[in-house]
C-alpha cells in the first residue's frame, strides 16, 4: 500500500514516524530514508534505537541556496540519487515490509532527484511493501497511485 502525506503544514516526518513505530511494534521491519536531515533528526536518531527500523540519513542538508553553482546542484544530485537507489535496493533484496521515503518529494521539488525514477518505483513497488512518502509540494501525476492521501496544512492556508 502506498501513503502520502504531504503539504506546507507541520507533522508530515511525525506522521510517518509513528506509522513506522507502529509497524515495529508488530514486529514488521522497517527501512525509514531521511531525506531531510532537518531539525527533527534528534526524533529520527532515536528510531535508530528500535531494533527492526534501519535508518538511513542524507549526509548532507536538502538546502540548496538559490544561488547555487550548477556543479554543486550536480554533486548534491548525486548524493540524492544514491541515497534513493541504495534505498530501493534495500527494500528489494532484504525483506522489509515498510520503506518510508521522508522529504522524497522535496528532494524531487529541488531538482536533486528524478521525478521519473520515483514515479517508477512507486508504480513498480512490490504489493506486499508498504511505502510511505513525504513532502511539500507533490506533482498531481503521482497522486492516483497512493491509496492513502494526507494533505497538512497551516491554519493560515486557505
Do not use: W
Not at 521491519?29 to 531539525?39: A, E, P, S
Not at 554533486?75 to 540519487?81: M, P
Amino acid at each position: 500500500m502506498l501513503s502520502l502525506y504531504y503539504g506546507s503544514g507541520k507533522g508530515k516526518t511525525c506522521s510517518a514516524i509513528g506509522v513506522a513505530v507502529r509497524a515495529a511494534a508488530k514486529d514488521k521491519k522497517v527501512l525509514f530514508v531521511d531525506f531531510i536531515k532537518n531539525d527533527s533528526e534528534s526524533i529520527t536518531n532515536a528510531l535508530s534505537t528500535i531494533y527492526s527500523i534501519t535508518l538511513i540519513t542524507a549526509p548532507v542538508e536538502l538546502e540548496l541556496p538559490a544561488d547555487a553553482a550548477v556543479e554543486n546542484k550536480a554533486q548534491l544530485s548525486k548524493v540524492f540519487r544514491e541515497l534513493f537507489d541504495c534505498a530501493v535496493r534495500t527494500v528489494l533484496t532484504s525483506k522489509y515490509d515498510m520503506l518510508v521515503l521522508d522529504g522524497v518529494f522535496d528532494a524531487v521539488g529541488k531538482g536533486l532527484l528524478p521525478e521519473t525514477e520515483v514515479h517508477d518505483f512507486l508504480s513498480n513497488a512490490p504489493d506486499n511493501l508498504d511505502v510511505i512518502c513525504t513532502g511539500t509540494i507533490v506533482n498531481e501525476k503521482f497522486f492516483i497511485l497512493f491509496k492513502n492521501i494526507t494533505e497538512l496544512t497551516d491554519k493560515t492556508d486557505k
